[in-house]
């Protein structure tokens, strides 16, 4: 903020001009201040790059205690704005699950789909910071959030301060953390900080928006949900599948395959090569199994025990005929018996059979000797209990871009304290 005269020629009376107003009562809090403060968290330059620019542009920079004392002014307008939102989208998932099943009362616990993941601010297992989200499946909004730290920067501060006097330090210490200000809120392993995210948010559902996160979309791999798996008791919480990790296990089954599978084949030619299990032809396998799953799924909130089986068996039915339409067989009406038919139908000979056309063509089929060598792998991807874990068609996607959006604000190349992340 400058504060500018401005003089008369002809009386020489002069004025005083701000070029900011004043957003408090009492100080000297300016509103171009606040809004630099706010673009420096929204941009992820904090103070350095604040200081940075206003030193090109020739422009006095707040001190750093003034910095700061903006940033803990804005950080609790923003954590009381998202509080809100977060109640207003489980108000809406509310409403939406309601509006699909009219014998719930308007009281009553519900249940609901969510999607859970976890990101770190340091790749590897060395992060000191965590963040975890849980977003509605249904809505898309994210119903709550939680962040996890190991480290306390005025902590490390007073630590260093305190060097060789520990009892000193353990009083303070004390004194910190019983005002709330200090940020370690975990002790663990950083790759321990999703599950125990995991447990505080499923905890809190039922006090903050009186719904059970029953389902619950996660990376295989996650060790999340048998941290919560019995969170509600009797109700038993359900692992769904991300559609998108499934569907990269066909890629991940078919290059195994070809890697175990040495020397050459029934047919005397190796598994490779042109016209084989190329990596063209794994790709095209992987998008044609993920499409499987992802055109037979179901996208009613409570879906019936009846409409989970019917839908399994269309995905598996399609799974299958995956296979056979892209193995060629002496026999056309055979190879192409499991496609859907019709003249919108996905396969081009069903198409051709259908409008009386030529349009298919058989050159891009493998060899014989594929049908009998994939069985194996396309039963085990079209299995019952796995299919479904995917009915929902449900991803992980809202909260890979949750998580790029902290990071964009957050860099991960500086560090930031767990209440600016």
Request: glycine share 8%; aromatic share 6%; proline share 2%.
């Amino acid at each position: 903020m400058s504060n500018l005269s401005l003089t008369c020629n002809a009386c020489e009376k002069s004025s005083q001009l701000l070029t900011s107003t004043n957003i408090t009562n009492r100080g000297k809090s300016y509103d171009v201040n606040r809004r630099a403060v706010y673009h420096s968290l929204e941009s992820g330059i904090g103070y350095d790059g604040l200081a940075s620019f206003c030193g090109v542009m020739n422009m006095p920079c707040l001190s750093t205690r003034a910095y700061y004392q903006q940033v803990d002014k804005i950080l609790e307008v923003l954590e009381d704005e998202a509080k809100e939102q977060l109640t207003k989208a489980g108000q809406r998932l509310r409403e939406l699950i309601l509006q699909e099943n009219d014998g719930l009362g308007s009281t009553e616990t519900l249940d609901a789909a969510v999607s859970f993941d976890g990101t770190w601010a340091k790749r590897g297992f060395t992060s000191l910071t965590g963040v975890v989200f849980v977003i509605s499946v249904d809505t898309g909004e994210v119903l709550d959030y939680h962040v996890l730290s190991k480290a306390c920067q005025k902590c490390a501060h007073k630590k260093t301060q305190c060097e060789g006097n520990d009892d000193s330090f353990e009083e303070w210490r004390r004194e910190h953390i019983a005002s709330g200000e200090c940020d370690i809120n975990f002790t663990g392993s950083s790759p321990a900080m999703e599950a125990e995210g995991a447990v505080v948010l499923w905890n809190r559902s039922v006090e903050l928006h009186n719904i059970r996160y029953k389902w619950m979309v996660s990376d295989g791999d996650s060790k999340a949900f048998n941290a919560v798996e019995n969170a509600y008791g009797d109700c038993k919480v359900i692992k769904l599948d991300c559609v998108g990790h499934v569907q990269k296990r066909m890629g991940k089954h078919l290059l195994n395959l070809k890697s175990r599978t040495k020397g050459k084949l029934e047919d005397g030619k190796p598994i490779g090569g042109h016209g084989k299990l190329t990596e063209s032809k794994i790709k095209q396998l992987q998008k044609y199994y993920g499409l499987a799953i992802r055109q037979n799924t179901l996208s009613k909130v409570n879906p019936s025990d009846r409409e989970v089986d019917v839908t399994v068996y269309a995905m598996k039915k399609n799974i299958i005929a995956i296979l056979n339409h892209s193995v060629k067989s002496g026999d056309a009406a055979k190879q192409h018996r499991f496609c859907a038919p019709g003249e919108s139908s996905w396969c081009k000979w069903q198409q051709d059979l259908a409008t009386g056309t030529s349009t298919y063509k058989a050159g891009d089929c493998l060899p014989e000797v594929f049908l009998e060598l994939l069985r194996p792998t396309f039963m085990t991807l079209s299995d019952t209990k796995l299919l479904e874990r995917c009915v929902r068609g449900t991803t992980q996607n809202p909260n890979e871009c949750i998580n790029s959006m902290v990071w964009v604000r957050c860099p991960k190349h500086k560090h930031h304290g767990a209440k600016v992340i």
